[in-house]
C-alpha cells in the first residue's frame, strides 16, 4: 500500500502554486526559455504562458522577466520569484517526504490483495528533480549506523568531446521494475536496512542530477559497497536509451 497525496499553495481561497508549476517554473529558468520548458513538459507555449501570468496575478508580484527580440531574448526567474519558488518547492517536497514517511511507519507490514510490501522504501522514475533529502526523508534509519549517498551528474565531456546535454529514454514501468530488482538483489547480498534508488529521464543539461542512490546500514563498510554496486547497476540499465547531444 502507498499513501497519494498533493500540496499546493493558495491565497484568498486561489491556487498560487503546487509541486508541478513549480517545476516548471524552475525549468524555464535553467533553460532560459518558455518555449523550450514547455516542450520539456508536453504543454503548449500558451498554456505555460498562461499559467505563469496566473501564477503573478495571484501571488502579487512579478515571478519572470522576460526579454523579446535580440540576442539577449529569453527568461530568467526574478531574484524574488526564485526565492519564493525555491522556498515553496522544497517545503512542499519535504511535506510529501513527511507524509510518506508517516505512512510506511504507521502502516509497515500491511499487505493488500495478497501483495506482501517492499522491503524498500523507494524505488521511482522521473522527468522532475529531487534533492538528496528528499532522498533522505524516504531512507529507514532507526537501525542504521551508515548511511551512504550517491549522485550522478552530467559530467561536460565525454570520449574527448564537449557535451552539451543527454537524453535518457525509457518506458517508466520497466525501468522501475529493473531498479526494483536491483534493489532485491542488493538487499540479498549485503545486511542492509533499507535501500533508495532513483532514476531521472528526459533531457538533461550538464550539472543535472541523473540518477541518485541512497543506502542505510548497521556498518559503513557494507553500506559503501551496496551503494556503489547500486551505482553500477544503474548506469547499466537494459531499460534505458542513452543519447548524447554535442557541441
Known sequence: MEIKAKFWIENNGEVVLGGGKAELLLTVDRLGSIQRAAEEFGMSYRHAWGAIRKIEQRAGFKILDTKLGGKDRGAQLTEKGKKFIVEVDSFLKELQAIVEKRFRQKFHGCHMKGKIKEEFSMIKVSEKYASLQFLLDNLKIDSSGSIVM???????????????????EMEKRAAEKE?????????????????????????????????????????????????????????????????EIFE
Open 179 to 243: 531498479l526494483s530488482n536491483i534493489a532485491k538483489e542488493i538487499m540479498t547480498k549485503w545486511k542492509i536496512q533499507d535501500i533508495a534508488l532513483y532514476r531521472r529521464k528526459g533531457r538533461l543539461n550538464l550539472g543535472d542530477v541523473i540518477l541518485m542512490a541512497g543506502i542505510a546500514a548497521p556498518h559503513r563498510k557494507e553500506a559503501f559497497e551496496a551503494c556503489e554496486y547500486a551505482v553500477e547497476c544503474m548506469r547499466r540499465m537494459k531499460s534505458v536509451k542513452k543519447k
Open 150 to 168: 550517491h549522485l550522478g551528474i552530467v559530467r561536460p565531456d565525454s570520449k574527448g568531446r564537449r557535451v552539451v546535454s543527454i537524453e535518457y
